[in-house]
């Protein structure tokens, strides 16, 4: 059925008000629909084809003429909703939220809120529950894990690993070390769905051990590269006392500061009798719990998530060949990790996390 109508004789001085309503730069898109329906009107167009051109069926383009010639613009606009705005008591809900340190009540069985349950149980909208927890910032699914360090001598170490990060001394070069133990050369027992357009790529949980190896790496600060890697199947002294001869090869002759966890084998009788026989380089040690202060564990994170979680490897030598590949890779393009938190920073805020949970 075919609507028609006469041109629609428009209010004086609303064609320029409703040109620019149908540009859409001041108004929603559905108010410049609305206005743009008005001015094919106005132009004498016939009904039927303000539908094709609108998307509007025939009933709302009748709607829309008749809403003008009784109401003008102001009519194009949306109507109030019938009822009471409902009214939401913020500070009931973010009491609700954050009472017993934040924990839901034991009945329930969950360990935190979730803006559906909130919103079931204060008898609201999920939308307004979310919206609420925006704006002040809270966020009742994340948490942030810490430890703390029982290390007496905490500050004095932390204040000279982070001393060398900053300021580190002239004519010498720093090193961040570690071994990232137990890699394992995974092999996928079935192939893996490669990625396509339509579909994410997939990846079998069945696979076969086929056996482990440890990769040691040494981190140069200044460079951001690794400057020294190898592979053993162990990792005791005598392993670290090997590695450390190769990071002193890679640095020969310059005074060499390597940074290390408090591991004890980082402090066994061998290394002591090494670094003896070696003068020019000198060990740090990360604080009891503070691995987070090593350096080189920003490229363990790297490897992993790039090389080796999502790989399948036939044998530990396909593994160790893979991570290898990796490290040249990376050193090519390799920039330095800019440490940029200072030792009274990190000390005042271990303190106030100590103090909390006190």
């Known amino acids: ?57 025939a009933p709302t383009v009748l709607k829309w003429r008749n809403r003008y010639l009784l109401e003008g613009i102001e009519g ?89 990060y900053m300021a580190p001394p002239e004519n010498a070069v720093v090193v961040s070390i570690d071994e990232k133990t137990q890699i394992q050369a995974l092999d996928r027992t079935h192939a893996n769905q490669p990625l396509s357009p339509d579909h994410a790529s997939q990846q079998t949980h069945d696979y076969k051990r086929n056996g482990t190896t440890t990769l040691f790496a040494a981190l140069d600060v200044l460079t951001g590269k690794v400057s ?9 002294n005598t392993e670290f006392v090997d590695f450390l001869g190769q990071v002193a090869d890679a640095h020969p002759e310059v005074e060499l500061h390597v940074i290390c966890d408090n591991y004890a084998t980082h402090k066994h009788q061998n290394v002591k009798d090494w670094l003896a026989a070696n003068p020019r380089v000198t060990l740090h040690f990360t604080p009891t719990s503070c691995s987070w202060l090593n350096m080189v564990e920003i490229f363990f994170g790297l490897v992993t998530r790039q090389a080796i979680r999502r790989g399948s490897f036939h044998s530990v030598q396909d593994l160790e060949e893979t991570i290898e590949r990796y490290i040249d890779n990376y050193n090519e393009h390799a920039t330095p990790f800019r440490w940029i938190k200072t030792a009274d920073h990190l000390l005042g805020k271990i303190k106030r996390k100590q103090t909390i949970n006190t």
């Open 1 to 57: 059925m075919v609507y028609l109508a006469k041109a629609l004789e428009l209010r004086e001085g609303d064609r320029e008000r409703l040109e620019l309503l149908a540009r859409g730069k001041s108004s929603s898109a559905t108010v410049a629909l609305r206005a743009r329906t008005v001015l094919l009107a106005a132009d004498g167009r016939p009904n039927f084809e303000i539908e094709k051109s609108t998307g509007f069926s």
């Open 76 to 164: 194009l606009k949306n109507a109030p909703r019938p009822g009471r705005e409902p009214e939401i008591d913020e500070l009931a809900l973010i009491t609700e939220t954050l009472v017993n340190d934040g924990k839901p009540p034991q009945e329930l069985g969950i360990s935190h809120w979730s803006a559906r349950i909130m919103a079931d149980r204060l008898g609201i909208s999920f939308s307004s529950v979310a919206r609420i927890w925006r704006k002040w910032k809270i966020q009742p699914h994340r948490i942030e894990t810490f430890k703390f360090s029982t290390d007496p001598q905490l500050e004095a170490k932390l204040r000279d690993v982070v001393g060398l």
């Open 228 to 236: 020294a890697n190898a592979f053993y199947q162990r990792h005791t």
